[in-house]
């Protein structure tokens, strides 16, 4: 199976909004409600930032949100902070009882 | 709070068999009808979901190394396992436990794990 596609980078200056799309197909995030978000600092264990398409565990901040639109989900990053430079992965559910990630967006910080 | 730990050799060689453990606690692997799952990362690269285990004991594979991975649990050591058989360079990465099917918000720190003679 492909990784789920992201683009490989991602920009922002201080305060401004970013978003990172993660394309897939029906059989995954079109599919089945169980897109997550993850932010992974390197060193790190990646952090749960966003599960089932749109929903912020406790503790994530509300400059995270997330979407779905057919195929293709978003995270979206508001109010960008030095603290948000990072590497970003989405992953899926599909069909057939497997998981599939992304291939990962770099965040970088203006 | 649910805490994993994963352990196991550093250094595999090749065609030999990968093995390593993730012991939890805070939580068990037997009961609160939970997946747990192995995801690893090799250098430079992506995250990439290698299989899971529910609590009831069934397995769930990542297709294209289906036939070289093993994952089982040890109820009475609140442990789970994975097993990478026939091991190339290309299986050197980082290799995180983590639980969920889709892995959630309680993920081990990691070990590296390097194929090399």
């Known amino acids: 199976q492909s990784a789920l596609t992201q683009p490989p980078s991602a920009s922002g200056s201080p305060g401004q909004s970013v978003t990172i799309s993660c394309t897939g197909t029906?059989?995954?995030?079109?599919?089945?409600?169980?897109v997550s978000w993850y932010q992974h600092h390197p060193g790190k264990a990646p952090k749960l930032l966003i599960s089932?398409?749109?929903k912020r565990p406790s503790g994530v901040p509300d400059r995270f949100s997330a979407s779905k639109s057919g195929n293709t989900a978003s995270l979206t990053v508001s109010g960008l902070q030095a603290e948000d430079e990072a590497d970003y992965y989405c992953?899926?559910?599909?069909?057939?009882?497997?998981?599939?990630f992304g291939g990962g967006t770099k965040l970088t910080v203006l | 709070q649910v805490q994993l730990q994963e352990s196991g050799p550093g250094l595999v060689k090749p065609s030999e068999t990968l093995s390593l453990t993730c012991s939890v606690s805070?939580?068990?692997?037997?009961?609160?009808?939970?997946?747990w799952s192995w995801i690893r990362q090799p250098p430079g690269k992506g995250l990439e979901w290698l299989g899971c285990?529910?609590?009831?004991?069934?397995?769930n594979y990542n297709p294209s190394l289906k036939s070289r991975v093993t994952i089982s649990a040890d109820m009475s050591k609140n442990q789970f396992s994975l097993i990478l058989s026939s091991v190339t360079a290309a299986d050197t990465a980082v290799y995180y436990c983590?639980?969920?099917?889709?892995?959630?918000?309680?993920w081990g720190q990691g070990t590296l794990v390097t194929v090399s003679s």
């Open positions: 285990i529910h609590d009831r004991g069934s397995t």
């Open positions: 992953s899926s559910y599909v069909a057939g009882n497997s998981v599939i």
């Open positions: 089932e398409v749109t």
């Open positions: 983590a639980r969920g099917r889709v892995p959630g918000d309680y």
């Open positions: 805070g939580g068990s692997v037997s009961s609160g009808g939970y997946y």
């Open positions: 029906s059989s995954d995030v079109g599919g089945y409600n169980y």
